[in-house]
């Protein structure tokens, strides 16, 4: 048994190193090493991915602590169904401390992060050392960059289906309608959750439809891309349904401002050659917000940690920063070129557990995360296109039947499969997604 002063020498010249491979070794976890200020694991975030880890890691690792902020864990795919009337918010959520697999919740936010130094400075000001570290705080709703907002919430015909604060909103705004011009935005930002934008507007657009006003309504898709979807199967599908239910689409708009008293919306134009960029000015009665986003500020600012784009500097394959090799991230917060969802977050759980694993043991990271994402897209109360991509925007489909056809089955996995697997195995730390089912259900072949 090696004496605690080989030990802690061992520790210090370990720490005096850059932060290689080589050097990532898996330390005793005895008490005197890890303390209330010191962890072999921190993890920043109990969100999908951070409450997911901390139950894979809390019974592989000793030591683990999570520094998330709220009380609340929510399942934010299931908001689209909320914002529409079909599920209730308390269904999305649980209590955080039974999603957290670790006696270790400091319950603070990061203030600022010390690669360097292998710690964390919370905004207490207290300081957390680690030997390893997850960042997976999430993404950050920015409202306050769209002049008027969110001010504009207090008035009529407004909501948005990305905040619990404001989720109800839109159900009470699509009820209230009573036919007019209904506005549906994507901002000109990376998001998560692509395809919930345009969920929202099918799932009114049938609610309209049921209850005679569908004649007086005029829906339109403002929208900062130039495409209604990445993935061009599930994008014929999806225009189509705008052709049939005659939906418009505006391309290269971007919500800059909203004048509630007026009951108008302006929009940039991102294709206009003008400087500044020529704008229209829409009237509204019914307007679904979805805000600009960017990674937290904790990560944002600090230019050690991100690319130049402001999103958590990670190596698309392994999922471990670039610079710090004892870093992970994972989730929404990382620069990670695939669509921001939850079912990305499920196939990044496994992908990450196991190359953090090999380099806690000194070893490089083997495991390659291919992009997976699902963007199950409601098209309507009781019908669902079950999109499932990869980094090429290819279709990696887990069903063996065409899943760009809307269909009940995959309405049904939406609103009540998904949300129970999320809850009872994936933040448990068992999901990894489909990836296995998928070869199954073909003997084997694919990927």
Not at 125 to 144: H, T, V
Not at 366 to 373: A, C, F, L, Q
């Amino acid at each position: 048994m090696l004496k605690v002063s080989t030990v802690i020498r061992q520790a210090a010249t370990a720490s005096s190193r850059p932060t290689t491979v080589e050097n990532c070794r898996h330390f005793s976890t005895t008490n005197y090493r890890f303390n209330s200020n010191h962890y072999e694991l921190v993890i920043v975030g109990g969100g999908a991915g951070g409450a997911s880890l901390s139950n894979y890691f809390g019974r592989r690792v000793k030591s683990v602590a999570v520094i998330e902020p709220h009380d609340t864990h929510y399942y934010q795919p299931l908001w689209t169904l909320v914002g529409a009337g079909i599920s209730k918010l308390e269904q999305s959520a649980k209590p955080m401390a039974a999603v957290l697999n670790t006696k270790n919740w400091i319950k603070d936010k990061v203030g600022q992060f010390d690669p360097q130094n292998n710690s964390v400075v919370l905004e207490s000001g207290k300081q957390i050392k680690y030997e390893y570290l997850i960042i997976a705080p999430g993404i950050k709703l920015n409202y306050n960059q769209i002049k008027g907002f969110p001010e504009a919430f207090d008035t009529p015909g407004i909501g948005s289906n990305y905040s619990p604060e404001y989720v109800h909103k839109t159900k009470a705004a699509i009820q209230r309608f009573k036919g007019g011009d209904a506005i549906f935005t994507f901002p000109n930002t990376p998001i998560n959750c692509a395809g919930a934008p345009q969920k929202i507007m099918y799932l009114a657009d049938d609610y309209w439809e049921k209850h005679g006003l569908k004649s007086k309504t005029k829906s339109n898709f403002n929208t900062s891309l130039g495409e209604i979807f990445a993935v061009k199967k599930y994008a014929d599908t999806l225009s189509s349904i705008i052709s049939e239910r005659g939906l418009n689409v505006n391309f290269k708009h971007n919500l800059i401002e909203v004048k509630p008293e007026k009951q108008e919306a302006i929009f940039e134009k991102l294709d206009s050659e003008l400087n500044p960029k020529e704008t229209v000015t829409k009237h509204y009665d019914f307007l679904h917000v979805v805000p600009p986003m960017s990674a937290p500020d904790c990560v944002r600012t600090n230019k050690l940690l991100v690319d130049q784009a402001g999103w958590l500097n990670v190596d698309k394959d392994t999922l471990q920063h670039k610079d710090f090799k004892n870093i992970f991230g994972i989730g929404d917060c990382t620069n990670a070129p695939t669509s921001k969802t939850a079912a990305a977050v499920a196939c990044q759980i496994g992908i990450v557990g196991r190359n953090l694993t090999q380099v806690m043991q000194g070893k490089e990271p083997k495991s390659i995360y291919d992009g997976y994402t699902s963007c199950p897209l409601v098209v309507g109360r009781g019908k669902c296109v079950f999109a499932e991509f990869d980094y090429n925007a290819q279709p990696l489909e887990t069903f063996p039947f065409n899943q760009a056809k809307p269909r009940r089955s995959m309405y049904i996995m939406k609103k009540d499969i998904i949300p129970f697997m999320y809850f009872n195995l994936m933040l448990n730390g068992y999901w990894e997604g489909p990836g296995f089912f998928r070869k199954a259900l073909r003997l084997g072949m694919g990927r």
